[in-house]
């Protein structure tokens, strides 16, 4: 990135010029990078692919039995959900409502939480914030974490009907990994309070 930082290009032609003009290799002993460094590069990924990672994937899926996959959705349905639940019980009974003592909060009904992706209401009078929890596996790095437009829509009815915003919390068991987002739920609180 610091490359194409350092050109700032209008195109990619302009880009493609400047990379093979510049660009060099990490390390010691710094190579230039050509066109045929690209395609030696290419070439070892090809014969990785097709050497080991293939036959790979081949003696995985040849040894995967039916068993495994009704392991896998029974897991998935049952111990997962668990998890699910308690870590989102966790969340708002271990943090939120220890550091919201006059916020209410309460499970949301089933149909909010599954076609409006709210898990709990914060209820401020007679207004009310929505949170969402997600696993930091929902993303493996909930900083490039984006709502899908199904779930911005759905806020946004949220926010016409309840008065508040809905705030997506990460976290690992029971632990809040974007803490950040309690500044902006406390600032929520103030502005139903006050509105």
């Not at 066109?35 to 995985?60: C, F, H, M, N, S």
């Amino acid at each position: 990135m610091a490359l194409i930082r350092e050109c700032q290009p209008k195109t990619c032609e302009e880009w493609e010029k400047w990379y093979f003009e510049k660009a060099h290799t990490d390390g010691k002993n710094p190579v230039k990078i050509t066109k045929d460094t690209l395609k030696e590069l290419g070439e070892r990924l090809y014969v990785k692919i097709k050497e080991i990672v293939i036959p790979e994937w081949q003696e995985a899926f040849s040894k995967l039995t039916l068993q495994d996959c009704i392991d896998y959705i029974y897991n998935l349905t049952v111990n997962r959900t668990f998890d699910g639940f308690n870590r989102e019980k966790s969340v708002v009974t271990g943090t939120l409502e220890k550091k919201f003592p006059d916020v209410k909060f309460v499970e949301s009904e089933p149909e909010l939480d599954h076609a409006g992706d709210i898990d709990y209401l914060g209820c401020v009078g007679k207004k009310a914030f929505g949170i969402q929890i997600k696993p930091v596996t929902a993303k493996a790095n909930f900083g490039n974490y984006s709502p899908s437009e199904r779930m911005k829509a759905s806020f946004r009815t949220f926010e016409q009907k309840y008065g508040g915003k809905v705030f997506i919390i990460f976290s690992i068991d029971d632990e809040i990994k974007n803490i950040e987002v309690l500044e902006e739920i406390e600032k929520e609180i103030r502005k139903l309070r006050e509105g």
